[in-house]
């Protein structure tokens, strides 16, 4: 099976980049996407394609890939932006769709 | 606007099966593949499967064929997903998600969840 791989948190001050990072082996060759969830909500699309923001994202998101690595980048965070996110992409084949485990965000 | 509508909560028995149903509207239904994704308690995002709703054609993950059907009625605008033999691993918050017709099959409006709850 195919497998991506998040840190389980990340922490930074408000107003503060942070960095998310996504690995996986078929990266170099399959876009990530990024998915933000708040406790008790929908996941939520934020990022896609790797580097492409989805209309009513705030334009602190962006996103890069670079080999085998994703990152999703909040460019002077908010207190708003704590959540979990997660992310997506699949296998060479795309017959393994997987998630990350999640990077749960703090901001303070 | 894109709406994703779930069906509510449940608990069933262990060995039993379960329909979750996901009503669309705000686009034309059809022009739009419907996924199933589910999270257990504390854990990762799980893919289950797609459908495509216009030809309802399928495709489900290896872990769950067999035991998953996603179906849909299109003069109803609604998707399902059926899965059997429940077991307690199987209680999870199990969403639909909209295809986004980008590059990788993926999801950009999700419903709001249903809280599948297997327990004797």
């Known amino acids: 099976s195919y497998e991506l791989t998040q840190p389980p948190s990340v922490s930074v001050p408000p107003g503060q980049t942070a960095r998310i990072p996504c690995s996986g082996d078929?990266?170099?060759?399959?876009?990530a996407y990024w998915y933000q969830q708040k406790s008790g909500q929908a996941p939520v699309l934020v990022m896609y394609e790797d580097s492409k923001r989805p209309s009513g994202i705030p334009e602190r998101f962006s996103g890069s890939s670079s080999g085998t690595m994703a990152t999703l980048t909040i460019s002077g965070a908010q207190v708003e932006d704590e959540a979990d996110y997660y992310c997506y992409s699949t296998d060479s084949s795309v017959n393994h769709r997987v998630f990350g485990g999640g990077t749960k965000l703090t901001v303070l | 606007q894109v709406q994703l509508v779930q069906s509510g909560a449940e608990v069933e028995n262990p060995g039993a099966s379960v329909k979750v149903s996901c009503k669309a509207s705000g686009y034309i239904f059809i022009t739009y593949g419907m996924h199933w994704v589910r999270q257990a308690p504390g854990q990762r995002l799980e893919w289950m499967g797609w459908?495509?709703?216009?030809?309802?054609?399928?495709k489900y993950s290896a872990k769950f064929q067999g035991r998953v059907t996603i179906t849909r009625d299109i003069s109803a605008s609604t998707a399902y997903m059926e899965l059997g033999s429940l077991r307690s691993e199987d209680t999870a918050v199990y969403y639909c998600a909209r295809d986004s017709n980008t590059a990788l099959p993926s999801f950009d409006f999700w419903g709001q969840g249903t809280l599948i709850t297997v327990s004797s």
């Open positions: 078929a990266l170099p060759k399959k876009y």
């Open positions: 459908i495509n709703t216009g030809n309802e054609n399928t």
